[in-house]
């Protein structure tokens, strides 16, 4: 299966009017902090509150009427976009998450209809319990991102942001399983050859980032972290994600638990924008100085808000969180 920027216009056109077109809006304080042009592709605006609602939503109206119904392991967001596309349809929706999983997603899963499973420690054990439901009752199993419906419908955020703004020179985009970066890679570079494409990731269990150091896909630890939605390995038999990111992306940068905080708080008391930890990991990136060669305009993708709100108020409010067993120290906005 070869992807290419005709699969992402396809989806364009599948998922419109449902999941397409948020806003691309500057952020004064991050263009000064940079000097750069710095503009934010505002997907925690999407109706689930994550961009992921394009990849499931793509993937579970391709399928055929009168199947069992749709599962897949998630740590929150694409278990959402899920069970959003398939109550539009109808259908039964399973969604298998290990016990890490916030509570706030877990909520929102249900909220929508679909039945949450909690299996295991990791998003590999949730897999496996998906894989079963789909060998033993017929679901049909949707991956959170090696699929190829899903990776062209994540893409569809590359062709709004370089219509929007054909000048963007650096897109920066928070890295997991690879099929947001992926997507957006295949596109952005198909329709500008020259663009720098940045992947960000958490700096504990980067699966991608290892996978590409190593030159295959390895099994990396899931810890606790601000950036839940980013844990989690590309998986051993990853088909599709791995070799577009290797192949497409010309960075991919690690931030610490730290700087993802420093980022939700600027991008809530700056341009007041709630966000999940996942979301700000490009922010974080750029105030941490980790991108080398930034060159603007500059875009990045909130990617989601479905935080956790006890934990987010918690982080505004300068104080410390518990990450597992870790201690993150508060820190007062502005810092002194
Ligand atoms: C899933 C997710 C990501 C990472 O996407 P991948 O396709 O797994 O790389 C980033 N941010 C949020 C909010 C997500 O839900």
């Known amino acids: 299966m070869k992807l290419s920027l005709l699969d992402v216009q396809n989806a364009a056109k ?14 004064p304080f991050m263009s000064e902090q940079c000097g750069q042009d710095f503009l934010l592709k ?11 609602l394009r990849g499931a939503l793509n993937a ?15 740590s929150g967001n694409h278990g959402r976009g899920i069970a959003f596309a398939a109550k539009m349809r109808g259908m039964r929706a399973v969604v298998c998450m290990s016990s890490i999983a916030p509570q706030a997603k877990v909520d929102g899963i249900r909220a929508l209809g679909a039945e949450v499973r909690i299996i295991g420690d990791t998003q590999d054990e949730a897999n496996i319990e998906s894989l079963r439901l789909a060998r033993e009752e017929g679901l049909v199993e949707v991956s959170p991102f090696d699929d190829p419906a899903v990776i062209a419908g994540q893409g569809t955020i590359a062709l709004e942001i370089l219509a929007a703004r054909p000048d963007v020179e650096t897109l920066l985009v928070p890295l997991s399983g690879g099929g947001l970066a992926g997507g957006v890679a295949l596109a952005a570079k198909a329709i500008k050859p020259d663009i720098q494409l940045v992947g960000v990731t ?12 190593a030159g295959k896909p390895t099994d990396v630890p899931e810890f606790v972290s601000l950036a839940d939605a980013l844990g989690g390995g590309i998986g051993l038999d990853n088909k599709l994600t791995f070799p577009l990111c290797r192949d497409l992306l010309d960075e991919t940068v690690l931030v610490t638990e730290e700087e ?9 008391f700056e341009d007041r924008i709630v966000a999940e930890g996942g979301a700000v990991v490009g ?5 941490a100085g980790k991108v080398p ?13 479905n935080a956790d709100m006890a934990r987010f108020t918690k982080i505004m409010a300068g104080e410390d969180v518990m990450l597992g067993d870790l201690v993150l120290p508060g820190r007062t906005y502005p810092p002194t």
Do not use: W, Y
């Open 14 to 27: 599948t998922i419109s009017g449902q999941a397409d077109n948020t806003p691309l809006v500057p952020s």
């Open 293 to 305: 060669d930034l060159r603007g305009p500059v875009a990045t993708i909130i990617s989601g808000r």
């Open 60 to 74: 579970v109206l391709a399928l055929p009427d009168g199947i069992a119904g749709v599962t897949c392991c998630s």
């Open 202 to 213: 958490m700096d504990r269990g980067a699966g991608m980032h290892e996978a590409i150091r």
């Open 283 to 287: 922010l974080a990136a750029v105030l």
């Open 260 to 268: 993802i905080r420093d980022a939700m708080q600027v991008l809530f």
């Open 42 to 52: 505002l997907e925690n605006m999407q109706p689930i509150g994550a961009f992921k």
